[in-house]
């Protein structure tokens, strides 16, 4: 028995030995192996890294980052700019909004997988492989640029294509129901005032090519181009659809989409009105509702044109030093025929003696009252009273030309100010801009935001307080009782106005109509605001003389139409 446990000992022991012996080889075993996988899967590592910050720069926009991470192949035969060119353009023919990266698999080859979801403005949205190809391995691995790396979907050798059309046009509608533009034909049965402010349509024209690419619209597509048609594109051409191709391949499909009848709020009578007001000139009129801000007639260059304002740039200076409480209604000033800024003499129209209080200044536009009290208020306020009547403000449609005052930095000198504040200078300004400064003062000091849509809900902009656009409103209708602005009274109807006379040239000791554009705007009843209109009439004289017997006549046909 001895014998036996010490041979089971013996035994015990030698095993004891041998495991001691295996244990370090065993670890160095484990060890080898798990560098084995790390040394087999780092490559795969660094690869898949690759392809995720590529897919990553794709989807934020970073195609400089991205080209950093192709092979120097590829940067040899293709620029940055052609390389951005190309994902920009298959990115317009998918309508690509967005990309996502959901997963990236293991290289096959010298490709790698990625599952993606893309979000596309015509076609939705579609979840697709996109397959990368790589030149090198591991970290010395690079992106080849080949045309399958454009979009998900697509295979070696094929290309992103699309077939689209776009559904029938919607009509355009008087604020009535009257057809503007209907049909194919874009036929009106009161074709005087479609003519007016339907506009045309015509092939995309090349600076916005790009954009309706994008958008999904055949390149053979016509489009508005000015006018109600172009203001209103996108509502009346519906969207496109068709076929996404991958080569020969379908990868997705969208139906056409039917746009939507717009109403306008053009009224028929009194865009009539504003067309006859003008005549054979070329002139621009604007009508609008200044409770609601809709815009009731747009005749000639009512928006698309501007010209320096004149004097009823006088309405937005007065109401800076209004508010400002340098000046008041009763304040006196010298009879004068001229005053002098940093000495420099700046004439009365035709050399006129002119001055007294400060309502009566405005009444008969005076400038040698209101060109130094425009260099006393200061760039400053002009230009921030300005810019919250409209002034420098993105245009609310397209066509429309913004108007524009010098910044405070860049006005210059108090002559520049001076000369801003009666509305020469490099101020400009277009027929609906100056219609919407009198609504302001209407609508006691409250801006409406002009509307060409019916039935929109109204906007207003706060401009100054009430009590100051009274005193505003008190000068106008002394304009029209006994001022420049006569010729826009109406018989039993108080109107307020203001007349302007902007010089194009130098006009002392002349009196050549040609030299001056003529503007007046005016709104009526005085207290309870129905109508307000604005007309420019350029190179045709003074304001009195053409443009506020225009906007009179206007006015009486839209007091017979709104209520």
Known sequence: ?????????????????????????????????????????????????????????????????????LDSSTRHTTSLTQFEDAYRNTAATATLTSLRAIR??????????????????????????LRVPLTGSGSGAAVHFSPEVLFPGLLAGEQLARHVTLPPRADLLASDGTPLAQGAARTSPIPDVANQVVGKLAPIPAADAGTYLARGYPSDAEVGIDGLERIFQTRLAGTPGGTLLAGGRVLATATPVPGHAVRTTISPAIERAAIAAMGSNYAGIAAMDPRTGAVLALAGAAFSAVQPPGSTMKIITATAALQANIVHLGDTFPIATSSTIDGYTLQNANGEACGGTFLNAFAVSCNSVFAPLGAKLGAQRLVSTAQRFGFDQPPLFPGATESTIPSANTIGDSLAVG?????????????????DVAATIAMGGRRPIPSLRAHQ???????????????????????????????????????AGKTGTAELRNTAGQSNPADTDSWFVGYAPVGA??????????????????????VQSVMVEALKVVK
């Open 104 to 129: 990236v698999g293991s290289r096959s080859g010298d490709v790698i997988p990625v599952r993606t979801t893309i979000t596309t403005r015509l076609f939705g949205t579609l979840d697709e492989y």
């Open 419 to 435: 000369s801003s504040a009666i509305g020469q200078g490099m101020v400009q300004a277009s027929a609906l801009e100056m219609t």
């Open 1 to 69: 028995m001895a014998g036996a446990r010490w041979h089971s000992n013996r035994g015990n022991s030698r095993r004891r030995r041998l495991l001691t012996r295996a244990g370090p080889l065993g670890v160095v075993a484990i060890i080898a192996f798990a560098l084995g996988v790390i040394a087999g899967t780092a490559p795969g590592r660094a690869e898949r890294q690759l392809v995720t910050n590529y897919v990553k720069d794709w989807s934020r926009g970073d195609y400089a980052g991205m080209y950093s991470l």
């Open 457 to 495: 809900r109204p906007r207003f902009v706060r401009v100054t307080s009430h009590h100051v656009a009274g005193l505003v409103q008190r000068m106008m209708v002394a304009v029209v009782q006994f001022g420049t602005g006569t010729p826009a009274q109406i018989p039993g109807v108080e109107v």
């Open 529 to 550: 605001p129905r109508i307000v209109v604005g007309a420019l009439f350029p190179s045709a004289g003074a304001g009195a003389q053409t443009a506020a017997p225009a």
